[in-house]
């Protein structure tokens, strides 16, 4: 599971250099809102 971080934060480039998943709030708001527009 990705560690989901706000936009422009310089820990995005420090945590993927460790190796550690990071998905950026901007991302991870779209895939939401993909995966959810088939629902109802």
Known sequence: ??????DGLPAAEILGNE???VMLESRATKQESDRCS???
């Open 19 to 21: 190796n550690i998943f």
């Open 38 to 40: 088939g629902c109802s």
């Open 1 to 6: 599971m990705p560690i989901r971080i706000k």
